[in-house]
């Protein structure tokens, strides 16, 4: 399936043309981890008299296949655990995969770490030439690069010391310059950019800059820096849980990552702070008085700047009192509370367990990443202008969306569209901001045009009612999903099971549930809800009342223009 | 594994290869690189040796000299074991430094593998060169123990015959039955170190089991069964190599060995060593190319 979207977005990759330099067909590779290390015979015949297996199997790698060209910089992603290292070690010949194959065309020299071989005993020359046998190098042809790796390293002094007299940063220096001169085809290098200080860094920055425009090399790196990642890489594939989760444009690989990361943090974070309370363990901010409250996306998690963000809130309240939903929303890169909504501003009607719908414009913001936590608010007992916090949706309760847009910058938090600073002196000379320069429409040529299309108050009351009524859809068409996994989940509880295979992973992300391998065998599409369940769900006043209105509008301009025509 | 390096090895003095290529991109004929890397492995394993000594290089011959001081005053002048020639304690010195070969060889090389483990772990090339390194290096202080014992032959004025041009092949005999043996405990010693210990133990039952620092006619003369079964001890390959280089290099009158102890009719006797030999050395290939891929996850 991502092999089928690359191919398709095949024009928009530089080098996809080119040979290909390596082809990963299939790959598994399993890792038998020993519970109990038989190291001695004796051991070895005990463990296998009490039938004790000694080892347990990991599936590191799980079916990855995608292919390299010739001349790209490709750029491999993941957690850690999620199988990187692993798949880099059977590129590079060093493990041999359990199932499907690697083919590499050319020289493939891999740096796993850099200065392999390194002795500390021998003296730096010692070193190299050692180095570059490794490498294949005869002490001719070493003979004639030694001159080129000494000066890129700019060790010239120290070449005859030993090794072991060396700072760490010489160290790094002289296996980079080694590994740079190998000339080999294809570069393999395993985050050897997090090591080293900042000029040895600003070295790798030139090598790899140039190195990227050279179509006779390919490089294939390896690196936790999601900056390294959008300078230097083509393309660029995101591993995890030993699958390809996301192959292709850098950026999107890039942003998947990071809420990879976000989502990791805040699971990571919900189970440290879960709390036991009368025998059952509440995750942070829950409690008998509020079990439920939950935050989750409606939209996808990645919008951009014309968008609004939709999410829904679930909660359940049982008592009698009056109760409010506070929602902050939380800067993560820059931190601090972006915008609050209030403590009194969102009175809830319905007691009970029920889901409610919120919609966010993010128009003024520029790129950012951001948490929304709600919190369950009742009256002050003391005083009626205060409020008291019941709950709150905290950790994996809350939930975080991204703002990437090409109009936006990275740094601030507003957007040129929110706020500008304009100049009062005639010495200044303002030449733009981020794009936009005084005079410009701070708008899209596309929300241009359909501005310039609604510009009649009809038209735009149309656009308006189309546009509310499209969110009611989409919300609607979440409650549907909600509906029909909640009745998913009651006829597993009663045994009734049909087997019909979906991607787990697709229906774990619309509902924000966990929910067990077997149950993911069913598509909501088996499941039909009765009339009762769909009269619930359909016709919100609301929308009756919005609908009308559409109706009412529609006629009117198709009066109005047959009216023209007549005039005509 | 029909990877011809190692049929190079056995015929490692016709070696020396053709003038390197020009361009300087490395080699890419698999053998000159596995070559390469050999070269510098056993180059660097030779000057890590003496790392830090104050005499370096010179102990290399120095060693073998006292050590040869000291078996010449303990065996020939102390308890003055002979068997009768004038050149028995060349013949000694010889079978001494042979044995010594085989000891270094297998203790280095059998570890040889962990002891790389980080580098096999990093990068990728035929694991065998590690190994073949190790018993490379004990061949090279072979060699020089060899030049020593050759000063020691002429200031014994042994009278050589033509049977010296067949020591060559009578050492790369015993270096394929070592390396066979070495590549098997080194893919045992990956799995289970154990193999360290009993390799201790069996090096000194099989020397002793060997006629080295004793002449096979010490047990020949013995009554009884003893007596009798004295010739089976050259059906050991080690024993039957060590023998014929002391009977082609020094005393091919005086030393017995399989082809002139036992009578033409037993010639399927005769070829038992050579045929160990064989086994082992190709059980070893064997043995090891199968589980060469492991060795990374192993360690």
């Known amino acids: 399936m991502m092999e089928e979207k690359a191919e398709g977005a095949k024009e928009s990759f530089p080098f996809m043309d080119a040979p290909t330099v390596l082809t990963c067909k299939d790959v598994y590779k399993d890792f038998k981890l020993p519970t109990e290390q038989a190291t001695g015979l004796k051991q070895a015949v005990i463990n296998w008299t009490k039938g004790v297996r000694g080892y347990k199997t990991q599936h590191v790698l799980k079916g990855i296949t995608f292919s390299v060209h010739k001349g790209e910089f490709f750029g491999i992603v993941g957690r850690n655990g999620g199988g990187k290292s692993t798949l880099l070690k059977i590129i590079s010949q060093i493990y041999y995969p359990n199932k499907g194959s690697v083919s590499v065309k050319g020289r493939l020299v891999p740096f796993i770490e850099l200065g392999v071989g390194f002795n500390p005993e021998l003296t730096g020359r010692e070193n190299v030439y050692l180095n570059g046998a490794m490498l294949g190098f005869s002490k001719a042809e070493m003979n004639a690069m030694y001159d080129s790796i000494v000066s890129f390293a700019e060790l010239e002094d120290f070449m005859d010391q030993k090794l072991k007299n060396y700072s760490s940063g010489m160290q790094v220096r002289l296996a980079f310059s080694v590994a740079v001169k190998a000339q080999a085809d294809v570069l393999v290098l395993d985050e050897v950019l997090a090591v080293g200080d900042e000029s040895f860094q600003r070295k790798c920055d030139d090598y790899f800059t140039q190195i990227k425009k050279d179509p006779e090399k390919t490089v294939i790196l390896v690196t936790h820096d999601m900056n390294a990642v959008k300078r230097y890489c083509s393309r660029a594939m995101l591993i995890k849980e030993g699958k390809i989760a996301s192959i292709g444009d850098k950026n999107a690989v890039a942003e998947e990552y990071t809420l990879l990361n976000l989502e990791a943090d805040r699971q990571m974070a919900a189970a440290r702070n879960a709390k036991r309370e009368n025998g059952k363990v509440w995750p942070e901010g829950l409690s008998e008085r509020c079990p439920v409250l939950r935050t989750f996306a409606v939209s996808k998690p990645l919008i951009g700047s014309d968008e609004k963000f939709v999410f829904g809130v679930e909660y359940e309240f049982n008592e009698d009192s009056d109760f409010y939903l506070a929602i902050a929303i939380n800067d993560v890169r820059r931190g601090g509370i972006t915008y609050d909504s209030g403590a009194k501003t969102f009175r809830m009607t319905r007691h009970g367990r029920n889901t409610v719908y919120f919609s966010f414009p993010v128009n003024l913001f520029n790129n950012g990443e951001f948490t929304i936590y709600t919190s369950l608010r009742i009256p002050s007992v003391k005083d009626d202008g205060f409020t008291e916090m019941v709950g709150v949706a905290t950790g994996d309760n809350a939930c975080s969306f991204i703002v990437r847009d090409p109009r936006n910058a990275d740094y601030a938090l507003l957007s040129d569209r929110a706020t500008v600073i304009t100049a009062k002196s005639d010495d200044v000379e303002t030449l733009q901001w981020n794009g936009w320069r005084p005079g410009m429409p701070q708008v899209t040529a596309e929300a241009r045009r359909r501005e310039e299309r609604t510009r009649d108050p009809l038209e735009r009351r149309r656009a308006e009612l189309l546009e509310r009524i499209e969110e009611i859809e989409t919300i609607r068409q979440r409650i549907v999903n909600e509906t029909k996994l909640e009745k998913l989940r009651r006829q597993k509880a009663e045994g009734v099971e049909r087997v019909v295979p979906i991607a787990p992973g697709v229906l774990r992300r619309l509902a924000g549930v966990d929910l067990s391998g077997k149950v993911a065998q069913i598509t909501l599409d088996d499941v039909k809800l009765t009339e009762e369940e769909m009269s619930e769900m359909t016709g919100s006043t609301e929308e009756v009342r919005l609908i009308d209105e559409l109706n009412r509008v529609n006629d009117e301009i198709v009066a109005k223009a047959e009216a023209e025509k007549e005039k005509k | ?299």
């Open chain 2, 1 to 299: 594994m029909g990877d011809p390096l190692l049929f190079f090895v056995m015929i490692s003095s016709v070696k020396r290869a053709h003038a390197a290529a020009k361009a300087i991109k490395p080699s890419t004929s698999k053998i000159r690189r596995n070559w390469i890397i050999l070269k510098a492995l056993v180059h660097t394993d030779f000057k890590l040796r003496y790392q830090g000594s104050f005499l370096g290089v010179i102990w290399s011959v120095l060693e073998p000299l006292m050590m040869f001081a000291v078996m010449y005053v303990v065996f020939a002048k102390f308890l003055r074991m002979s068997d009768g020639t004038r050149t028995y304690p060349v013949v000694l010195l010889l079978g001494i430094s042979s044995w010594q070969f085989v000891t270094d060889s297998t203790n280095v090389g059998l570890r040889s593998i962990v002891d790389r483990g980080d580098m096999l772990r990093k990068v990728h090339f035929p694991n065998y060169i590690v190994v073949v390194a190790a018993t490379m290096g004990a061949l090279i202080t072979y060699g020089i123990n060899l030049g020593v014992v050759l000063i020691f032959a002429f200031a014994y004025r042994v009278d050589f015959t033509w049977r010296v041009v067949l020591v060559p092949l009578n050492i790369i005999e015993l270096y394929c039955v070592t390396l066979g043996l070495t590549l098997i405990m080194a893919t045992m010693y990956a799995y289970y170190r154990d193999i360290a210990h009993i390799w201790d133990v069996l090096q000194q039952v099989i020397m002793y089991g060997m006629p080295i620092v004793y002449p096979l006619s010490y047990v020949l003369r013995r009554r009884g069964i003893v007596g009798k079964l004295g010739k089976l001890e050259l059906l050991n390959p080690f024993a039957q190599f060590i023998q014929d280089i002391r009977h082609n290099l020094i005393a091919p009158a005086t030393q017995q060995t399989i082809w002139n102890l036992f009578p033409n009719s037993l010639w399927y006797v005769k070829a038992v060593p050579i045929l160990l030999m064989l086994i082992l050395f190709f059980l070893g290939i064997f043995v090891f190319s199968k589980n060469s891929k492991r060795f990374a996850e192993v360690m």
